[in-house]
Structures are given as C-alpha cells and as structure tokens.
C-alpha cells in the first residue's frame, strides 16, 4: 500500500510564518502496539512549513513547541493510506505576552541568557523557554491570564573568576501577564 504523508505550516495570529518550530507527530496507542516509530519529528522552514512523508495510515497526534511560546500539541489528524493531507494550520501565540530585559551589574543587556517561565498559578499549566538578544531583551507570546515565575542563567562557565561569564542566575516572581519591564540582573 502507498504511503501517507501530512503537510502544513505554523504561523502566528497574524500570519506570519514560524521559523524552526519542532513539530512532533505521534502514533496512536494501537499503532504503537503494532511496531510504529513512537514519533516523527519536523522543524518548519522559513515559511513555517512543515512535512512528513512515509507515514503508516492511521490516527495521529499533533504538538508543536517553539522558543519563546509555550508549547501546544493533541491536534488529532486522520491519516489514509495513499493519501496526502495538505494545509495543515497550526496558529501559535495566541494570548499575551511578557517581556524585558536580562542585565549584569552595570546595566548592560546580557545575550543568549537562557530563560525560563512557569505559572505561578495552579489552575494554569504553562512551561516556555526562550534565549536573551543581543540587547538582552526577551519576549514570551501565548500566555494565558495569569502570573508568572521566570528564571534566566548563563549558561557559559568559561572565563576566569569575576568574568561576565560567571554570574548566579536570576529570578523574579509573580510577574502578570502583559508586563513590558520585567528585569533580571545576573550578579557574579
């Protein structure tokens, strides 16, 4: 029998293209009795383009997960032999946003401090992670009313002591959502 295959994009609210989103396409359970891969997996292009060929027919299961958004999956999609699935849309961010900047002690913007957000609130389950620009500002998109704890480090351990590359991670909690001047300073 042919094989099946699924194609789509994902994009924001707006319409604008997600690039390098991974994109998770999951068997389901009786199709993984059955000798099935456990998952597929697809980052989009620069069109936010996604696909997947050589696929068994049968139900699967969509998730997506990007920087900087919290991830999203259970898209249920119904694949059939021979068959080609096209169009498929994923919108990501929808909701409100978070946004600041990652500092060192002098006030200067600290790139690629690696960030993360969780809710502080027990009725919302959102995890996201996301990496400073070189200005040291960061933006999460798609987040549920609600407040948040966000987390940056460094991740680089090189350099000698009192470097810029040896500064103690930051926190801040409670941060509601649509907040623009959330600040973290990494201290040595």
């Known amino acids: 029998m042919p094989a099946a295959s699924l194609a789509g994009f994902v994009a924001t609210p707006g319409g604008d293209p997600i690039q390098d989103a991974t994109v998770l396409l999951r068997p389901s359970l009786a199709a993984r009795l059955y000798d099935y891969p456990l998952a597929y997996q697809a980052k989009t292009d620069a069109q936010g383009a996604f696909q997947f060929a050589d696929l068994a027919a049968g139900t699967m299961t969509l998730d997506v997960s990007v920087e900087g958004i919290p991830s999203k999956g259970g898209w249920t999609v119904e ?93 801040v909690s409670k941060v509601e959502v649509g907040a623009t001047d959330v600040v973290l300073v990494l201290k040595p």
């Open 79 to 171: 694949l059939l032999d021979g068959r080609a699935k096209r169009g498929f849309q994923i919108v990501l961010g929808e909701g409100r946003s978070i946004s600041g900047r990652v500092l060192d002690a002098e006030g200067l913007g600290i790139e690629g401090a690696e960030l993360t957000l969780t809710s502080s609130d027990a009725q919302i389950s959102t995890n996201a992670s996301a990496r400073s620009r070189t200005d040291g500002s960061f933006q999460f998109h798609g987040l549920e009313a609600g407040s948040y704890e966000i987390t940056a480090t460094l991740a680089d351990e090189h350099g000698p002591p009192g470097d810029r590359h040896r500064l103690l991670p930051a926190n």
